[in-house]
């Protein structure tokens, strides 16, 4: 968060943006204090007060709520919070990171409010069994597959054929629910003839991200396996470490990278920022400040592509953190 606040100000400043920071503790330690992870009256702040919502990484494995669950989070407190009911996970191959027999340049579309996680916090167990529901709604889906669709339309289609696309992943071949998912998507799809829709299974989704990833342009899906895919789409395209993602509703965004908080080396200078910085430039991109943002991204690109900044096999920078920085400071 550090990096990418040094780095939004200065991208800031030369385009004659103020930008003035507020904070917002949450995650772990304020669970530890206060028996909840966000202060009170945040959620009411970033509805009312702020322009725009810079998400941090949080929590700890080993601070756990009574029924075994991680305390120290935020996603259903700020997602169903927010209402933000679109989590937009852009993945794509920064040049200089490494090499790929086709190029990798789509972006998950995950509903946010809904699915799988929506029985976070409501599941039932005892010691001998437990369960938890995968709900959808009609009206949940639709906007989420809408919204997918015209997020194609303002992209150059899929970087294997330039084709404008939007995938529906699901499970209908198993559940009833991802059947009616899949219906709607049909029904949503017919409005858009300019948009190609297409169809796979989720396991045949993650063969595909990996074997053919050229072929995506927009995928649309479930929570729960949004939040799985995107995170081996991640692992194509040089780690966690560099994918931001935003969640986003009618009224209110927030923006966060997919990664969590890596406490075995938190305060060593080993976390790669880019996450966080090209998360920053979704939010400028968001609040229509598209020169800053063109120029935020524009200089994380440059210093891998000029071999400023490297990744170790684990993801972490050689350079570190503050090398990063430096370098993506010096090229904006």
């Not at 949503?188 to 074997?211: M, N």
């Not at 229509?288 to 096999?313: C, F, H, M, Q, W």
Request: net charge negative; hydrophobic share 40%; with cysteine.
């Amino acid at each position: 968060m550090g990096s990418a606040r040094e780095v939004l100000t200065a991208a800031a400043s030369m385009d004659g943006l103020a930008v003035e920071f507020g904070e917002e503790p949450g995650g772990a330690a304020t669970y530890l204090e206060t028996g909840e992870p966000l202060v009170a009256g945040a959620l009411e702040r970033f509805r009312d007060e702020y322009d725009a919502v810079l998400k941090g990484p949080v929590g700890l494995p080993e601070v756990r709520k009574p029924d075994g669950t991680e305390a120290g989070v935020l996603g259903g407190v700020l997602r169903n919070g927010l209402d933000t009911y679109a989590n937009v996970r852009p993945v794509r191959l920064l040049p200089g990171i490494r090499d790929s027999a086709s190029p990798i340049d789509y972006v998950i579309v995950r509903e946010n409010t809904e699915g799988l996680y929506l029985s976070r916090g409501s599941g039932v167990r005892n010691e001998r069994a437990a369960s938890d529901q995968l709900l959808m709604t009609r009206v949940g889906v639709e906007r989420i597959v809408r919204f997918a669709f015209e997020t194609a339309r303002t992209r150059n289609g899929a970087p294997g054929d330039g084709v404008r696309r939007v995938t529906c992943v699901d499970k209908s071949n198993v559940l009833r629910s991802f059947a009616f998912f899949r219906d709607i998507f049909d029904e949503i799809a017919a409005e858009y003839p300019d948009v190609e829709a297409d169809h796979r299974y989720t396991d045949a989704a993650a063969h595909d991200l990996v074997a053919d990833p050229g072929h995506f342009d927009v995928l649309v899906t479930e929570n729960f396996v949004g939040d799985m895919l995107s995170d081996l789409g991640a692992a194509t395209a040089g780690g966690l470490g560099t994918c931001p993602s935003g969640n986003i509703g009618e009224r209110t965004a927030y923006f966060e990278p997919v990664h969590g908080s890596a406490p075995s080396i938190a305060g060593q200078d080993e976390a790669n920022p880019t996450s966080q910085l090209l998360t920053a430039a979704m939010l400028l991109d968001h609040v229509g400040a598209i020169g800053t943002a063109k120029r935020i991204t524009g200089a994380v690109e440059a210093a891998y592509a000029d071999g400023s900044v490297r990744l170790n096999p684990n993801g972490t920078p050689t350079c570190g953190t503050k090398g990063v920085t430096a370098a993506v400071l010096s090229r904006l």
